[in-house]
């Protein structure tokens, strides 16, 4: 058996005339959906497979079909004769144009064999004169199938041949998704050998050295691999040294490498190539020179071993010299070489006479960490998920390293300037003494591009699946963040809708507790808490330590922003109060923070909470006056009036009875909404009379808490209470093991004494937080409202027995869906926020909730 190895990205073009079996050879070795066949693209344009009349539109689909596989990274294989160097020509073309491997599988089967199988089939009515035709083009192109583009060339040629062959699926040598780290990427090195040195002590490696004291190799006591961008040699001190170490570490599997520019350049000065003498190879080539001959072979095979790039971590991470757009992970032609070795530019040239670098990391939107050097920076700068780390060592600066998956930075300064640069490396921040661990400067948009939020969308979530959000949804969203919404770079979260409890079976009830426990037993769920529900409004509550903060983390370069240092905003991402008040309240919540000591417990000067604000009427004003005062305003004016007007005429014998009754019913439930309502205003005098009620860390630097318990954050929450009680306000809660009657016969007896002394109402939520069951998301909290409470959001009779029943066929299942998909959506968010993500990777998820927000469900519910 022979086996030929194709790569699984690669453009397969199966060559060979009529007859040769190419159709049976596709379908024997390849998926159906894998096979471009010219006979079927006839069939699908003209009807019939052999009506060669309609070969150019059916090669136009053909080509359509498989530039579309082709950018999806897709296997594509064309069965056609193939035999005429323009048909491959325009192939490829294509390939290139997607920058995959062109491999030809040539049958080049004799010419007998290939006139009786046409004889045997009754759609074939050509003589052998076409195939002696196809055959003699055959001929005369297999020699120079490699010089046409062609990267591999397989040839069958006979039918044994070809029931021997073995296809072989394998991937790119750049494909090491399977490599999933840690890793240490570090920097453009440039020949400072003592630096990369001290830079893996930090590390923690323990180096290994030969018998002259040469450090030869190194290792992590916990397995951690070292990844160079590229560019070890030139410019500075010890280029042999740093070569040592380098291939030491690659040789003993301690390290990966790809090449940068400076290593292209060495390997054709080695290979007796012409090649300009600047720009530091000079310096490398005199130091090689005072090395052993072996050791410049060495040098050579492993600069010639180098790829342009590697995609590692199951796609999330890829290393290039000069950085890779999206379109170009995992690809392989000249073009994409070109770009990882050297980058793009403009054209144009600085003051300096060097190239201007087109800023490709401002457009880029992949998934995927792109880590990279060959452009010196001052100091390293999240760009769109993407972070350079050449920070000028062999200049002056400094060598610098990124702990991944963990985003840390790890650097040590240069001892001396080794070499002038062209263009100055203006000085880093004061940041990191050598060896410290620092978060790299983020570099966000001062605006988002449309595109980026705009038509229809599809979100991955980690705990849902994809969700769809539609075009008009979008322009909704579109309409309402762009006119009314806080500065996007603090608009990490958007808390998800809740959804109510299946409505309840008894009589006089909408809802229940019993509905919600029995709800949350059916999903598995045995132990729940049930949290007072406050009547105020929802918020989310943004705080930094300091100014500092605001600008690194969150990209806040406006001097005012980033004094407040943090947002308070509403569930359609409104800021609460102007920029005074806004900062009053946050330094409330800074200072207790800090009394509270969640500070020191933190890292990274930053949490996110959910909260509610209280009192109802200090965001509510208007909506009360409007929306319910008004109607329990017209109706104290009227109701009395008309039950005494009635009164008067049933006492004069009139048969008003029955309407004397209804409105006497009416005057009494208007009185019981006014009382409704006003319960849940307190007189307000100013900030000083805001509450929070908060009870969940949403996240903090690093962290995401939905996988605590509710108790936890709760515990949180208590702790701000003590710390600052005039800021925040407690929220009472009881635990309920669903499997024990008393227990839940007792928070029944709760939640009917909360509502009856006033109260909106509780949450259920289950008591682990985050919970799955049989591979589905759980309802993060079912709300259950009291009896008195709901007059506010249904009228001052929904109690009407007429009205109840039509209540209570209340269709809950769009509400409980919106609520799973925005729930997704918000923990979504928060991963990728504290994954250190790009602004408009985060915005994407909050933005989505805003646009779910615009579906036309019942608010009431």
């Not at 002056?396 to 390293?401: C, D, K, N, P, V």
């Not at 009427?617 to 009036?641: C, H, Q, T």
């Not at 003590?722 to 093991?737: H, K, M, Y």
Request: proline fraction near 5%; hydrophobic fraction near 40%; glycine fraction near 8%.
């Amino acid at each position: 058996m022979s086996t030929f190895a194709v790569p699984q990205t690669a453009l397969v073009v199966l060559i060979g005339a009529t007859g040769s079996g190419k159709s049976t050879f596709a379908r024997t070795h390849f998926r159906p959906s894998q096979v471009l066949a010219s006979d079927a693209f006839r069939a699908l344009v003209g009807d019939d497979e052999n009506d060669q009349s309609v070969t150019v539109p059916a090669f136009e689909a053909l080509h359509h079909v498989a530039g579309a596989r082709l950018a999806l990274g897709r296997l594509t294989v064309i069965d056609a004769t193939n035999v005429q160097r323009q048909a491959r020509a325009s192939l490829v073309r294509l390939a290139k144009e997607h920058d995959v491997l062109p491999v030809a599988i040539v049958l080049d089967l004799p010419e007998g064999v290939c006139v009786r199988r046409n004889a045997e089939r009754a759609d074939r009515d050509f003589g052998a004169d076409v195939v002696r035709r196809y055959r003699a083009e055959l001929r005369r192109s297999i020699k120079g199938l490699a010089k046409e583009g062609f990267r591999r060339v397989h040839v069958l040629r006979s039918p044994e041949e070809v029931a021997d062959a073995e296809i072989v699926l394998e991937p790119l040598r750049n494909d090491l998704r399977g490599e999933t780290g840690p890793f240490d990427v570090i920097g453009d090195v440039h020949g400072c050998r003592a630096e990369l040195e001290a830079l893996l002590g930090d590390l923690g490696y323990r180096l290994r050295r030969d018998a002259e004291g040469r450090a030869v190799g190194a290792e992590h006591p916990a397995g951690r691999r070292v990844v160079f961008v590229g560019d070890l040699v030139d410019r500075g001190p010890d280029t042999p040294g740093v070569l040592r170490l380098a291939m030491g570490m690659v040789s003993d599997g301690t390290a990966l490498c790809v090449s940068g520019n400076h290593e292209a350049k060495l390997l054709r000065a080695l290979q007796g190539r012409k090649v300009s003498i600047g720009h530091g190879l000079g310096e490398s080539l005199a130091q090689l020179a005072a090395e052993p001959p072996e050791f410049t072979r060495r040098v050579q095979g492993f600069c010639d071993s180098l790829l342009a790039h590697y995609v590692l971590d199951e796609g999330r991470l890829v290393v290039a010299h000069a950085g890779l757009p999206e379109r170009y992970h995992g690809r392989a032609s000249g073009r994409v070489r070109s770009f990882a070795l050297f980058g793009d530019t403009t054209g144009e040239t600085d003051e300096y006479g060097l190239p201007v670098r087109y800023p490709w990391a401002n457009d880029y939107r992949g998934s995927a960490m792109v880590l990279y050097g060959h452009t010196p920076i001052p100091q390293a700068e999240w760009v769109n998920n993407t972070l350079c780390l050449d920070t000028g060592c062999v200049f002056g600066g400094r060598l610098t390293a990124l702990r991944y998956p963990e985003r840390e930075l790890v650097s040590v300064p240069a001892q001396q300037v080794w070499y002038e640069p062209a263009r100055p490396l203006s000085s880093p921040a004061p940041a990191a003494e050598a060896g410290a661990d620092t978060m790299p400067v983020r570099v966000e948009p001062d605006v988002l591009r449309i595109e980026d939020v705009a038509g229809r969308r599809t979100v991955q979530t980690a705990h849902h699946g994809r969700v769809t959000v539609r075009e008009e949804q979008s322009a909704a969203a579109l309409e309402v963040i762009s006119r009314f919404s806080l500065d996007p770079r603090w608009l990490a979260y958007l808390p998800p809708t809740m959804a109510p409890s299946p409505t309840s079976a008894r009589p006089d009830l909408l809802e229940h507790p019993d509905e919600a426990f029995a709800a949350y037993r059916g999903a598995g769920v045995r132990r729940v808490v049930c949290e007072e529900k406050h009547m105020g409004s929802r918020a989310v509550v943004l705080v930094c330590r300091d100014a500092e903060t605001a600008r690194l983390r969150f990209g806040m370069s406006d001097e005012k922003q980033a004094e407040i240092a943090g947002a308070v905003y509403t569930r359609t991402g409104r800021s609460f109060f102007g920029v005074a008040d806004t900062r009053r309240l946050l330094d409330r919540v800074r200072r207790a923070c800090e009394t509270a000591g969640l500070w020191a417990e933190q890292a990274g000067g930053w949490l996110l909470f959910d909260v509610e604000l209280l009192p109802w009427n200090a965001k509510a004003d208007e909506l009360i006056r409007e929306n319910f005062a008004a109607v329990g305003a017209a109706a104290e004016l009227a109701l009395p009036a008309a039950v005494a007007s009635l009164s008067a005429a049933a006492s004069r014998g009139a048969d008003v009875a029955e309407l004397l009754a209804r409105t006497t019913r009416r005057a009494s439930d208007a009185a019981a909404f006014r009382e409704a309502y006003r319960r849940y205003c307190a007189p307000m005098s100013g900030l000083d009379d805001v509450r929070l009620a908060p009870f969940e860390l949403l996240a903090a630097e690093g962290s995401t808490f939905e996988d605590r318990p509710h108790d936890w954050h709760l515990a949180v929450a208590d702790r701000l209470v003590a710390a600052a009680p005039a800021t925040f306000r407690t929220t009472r809660r009881v635990e309920v093991d669903l499997d024990d009657p008393a227990a839940v016969e007792s928070a029944v007896a709760w939640w009917t004494d909360l509502t009856a002394e006033g109260g909106e109402g509780m949450v259920v939520k289950p008591a682990d937080n985050l919970t799955r069951a049989k591979d589905r998301l759980v309802q993060p909290g079912l709300k259950v409202r009291g009896r008195e409470y709901l007059r506010i959001v249904y009228g001052p009779d929904y109690l009407q027995p007429a009205n109840l029943t039509r209540l209570k066929d209340r269709k809950l299942d769009t509400k409980r869906s919106l609520a799973l998909r925005e729930y997704a959506l918000g923990l979504e968010g928060l991963a990728r926020l504290v994954a250190g993500e790009p602004l408009w990777r985060v915005h994407e998820c909050a933005f989505a909730v805003l646009a779910l927000e615009s579906d036309p469900v019942d608010p009431r519910l």
